[in-house]
């Protein structure tokens, strides 16, 4: 296969030379670069210098104390809250995104409505999904829950899973419906068969975002599922997510050092989920 369009470094000179403003942007995109990618080593080495030595067995004890500080509940809360939110607004985003995509007429204007709402929702701050969620739901449940808290951050991640879920399906080529239909498969068979398989990627890109966002929230959690050191035996119990148990420690003043180790643990479980993510996003592109 013949390479095209290989462009030397003199040759680049001479472009820039020629147009100076291309040299002053490209100089402004490596400057960017460059800043990003320090400022995000500097605070990645920020906290693994500061919480690694902190990592020691009791804070993975099975019950928290005063002495120990345990962030296993957090831990397994936060697993919990995680699967939960996501039971609750993966199918409701991606059957909406369905509908909207491929049900609803082109040009409705509920359909713009829906959008406009939901890219409006998408923006809004969470500790206004915090307040919603108390008055909705801790007070309908008459005290802070896991579910409570499970629900409400699922009204917050499910405009993002719909809009990414929409985009992901409008990009799709209509040619592939077109042959669905020409060989006799149905709108429902085509959507399953057809669309979803080809929009996966887009698809699971969506839900990683929102589980990120479930992970690292913590406004929100304070007014819905509460700050309870323990394992709830029931989701109509209080309990603390990971970001939670974090923010806690910080503002006792306590128990500084073991606040930078659970920093490192929340780190390791985002660069986790963004591994998995990466994983199934190849899997289902090779698929």
Known sequence: ?????????????????????????????????????????????????????????????????????????????????????????????????????????????????VRMTAETLAGIPSIVYGLFGYLMFVVTLKGFSMLAGAITLSIMVLPTIMRTTEEAIKAVPDAYREGSFGLGAGRLRTVFKIILPSSMQGILAGVILSIGRIVGETAALLFTAGTDTGLPKTLLE???????????????????????????VLLLLVVG???????????????
Do not use: C
């Open 1 to 113: 296969m013949k390479i095209i369009n290989i462009t030397t470094h003199r040759q680049k000179w001479k472009n820039y030379k020629q147009h100076p403003f291309s040299l002053f942007l490209y100089i402004l995109v490596v400057l960017a670069t460059v800043i990003t990618v320090v400022v995000l080593l500097s605070i990645i080495g920020y906290i693994l210098v500061k919480g690694v030595p902190q990592l020691k067995p009791s804070l993975f004890a099975w019950e928290y104390n005063s002495e120990n500080a345990s962030m296993m509940p957090a831990i397994i809360n936060t697993v919990t809250m995680t699967a939960l939110s996501l039971v609750i607004s993966a199918p409701l985003g991606i059957f909406a995104a369905i509908y909207l995509t491929e049900y609803a007429k082109r040009g409705n204007k509920l359909v713009k409505v």
């Open 238 to 264: 209080s309990g603390r997510t990971l970001s939670t148990h974090m923010y806690m420690l910080s503002t006792e003043g306590l128990y500084i050092d073991e606040t930078y180790a659970t920093a490192v």
């Open 273 to 287: 989920i963004n591994a998995l993510s990466k994983f199934l996003v190849n899997k289902a592109s090779v698929r």
